[in-house]
């Protein structure tokens, strides 16, 4: 599904990305774990497409496309979903009109015909209903006087209606209470632990790996991967370090 060779990517001029190789197949979940500035978020960025993050060398393939020729909304269309450290607010616009027009403008370009009102309602109660969030919150301003757990539920409930193949979540379990942070986890197995699915989980702590098990660990340090390994490996970083495991 995502295959990513010799990434190289820098901002501001200074070089995060040092040549990072992963590949990640359909129906997997990859954490992937590290020290503050390895690396991690900027590579969540440089696949959103998010500027200022200039991509020097390497090759990144999604599916049959060359993700990097793509632009931020047709990577979202090919079916790649970006979830924040700190989701956005945006005041005066509600989260259901908010909703809408992303998923229909993606619709639009794969050729789908876009949602009704009613349908496009059905599938929002839905999957406020799975996050346990209340389908009144949905009319409100995207965000807007949210706790950080509302907002990562929120953002559990843009995943669960735009239905990607792909979700990089980065650092989803910031900022999260046990009851949210169970909730999240429980939404994220729901929406993508499925074959034709996968996920990157951009992460500091093993705590949301106790909800979403991660078929692959891998440590990032110094802008490339330097070791992979099983669900093991987040526990022994648990016990040990960055440092005694990397080494």
Do not use: C, W
Request: hydrophobic residues 40%.
């Amino acid at each position: 599904m995502l295959h990513i060779t010799n990434l190289h990517a820098e901002i501001d001029g200074k070089e995060i990305l040092k040549g990072l190789s992963l590949s990640v197949n359909a129906g997997e979940v990859h954490a992937i774990m590290g020290p503050n500035g390895a690396g991690k978020s900027t590579l969540g960025y440089v696949l959103g497409g998010r500027p200022g993050y200039e991509v020097t060398e390497g090759e990144v393939m999604f599916d049959s496309h060359d993700l990097l020729a793509l632009a931020p909304h047709e990577r979202a269309a090919a079916g790649l979903f970006l979830g924040f450290q700190y989701p956005v607010e945006i005041p005066g616009v509600s989260n259901v009109q908010f909703l809408r027009e992303a998923l229909n403008a993606q619709r639009k370009g794969r050729d789908e015909a876009p949602l009704s009102g009613g349908e496009f309602l059905k599938l929002a109660k839905a999957q406020a209903a799975g996050l346990g969030m209340d389908y009144e919150m949905l009319k409100r301003p995207v965000n807007v006087g949210f706790s950080g757990g509302e907002k990562k539920r929120n953002e559990m409930v843009q995943m669960g209606i735009i239905a990607p193949r792909l979700a990089i979540l980065d650092e989803t379990d910031s900022g999260l209470d046990i009851d949210a942070l169970k909730a999240v986890g429980e939404g994220i197995n729901r929406i993508m632990r499925k074959p034709d699915k996968a996920v990157i989980l951009i992460t500091h702590y093993q705590r949301l790996l106790d909800y979403v098990a991660p078929d692959f660990v891998h440590i990032l340090s110094g802008g490339r991967i330097v070791k992979t390994g099983g669900s093991e490996l987040a526990l022994e970083l648990e016990a040990e370090g960055y440092a005694g495991v990397a080494a």
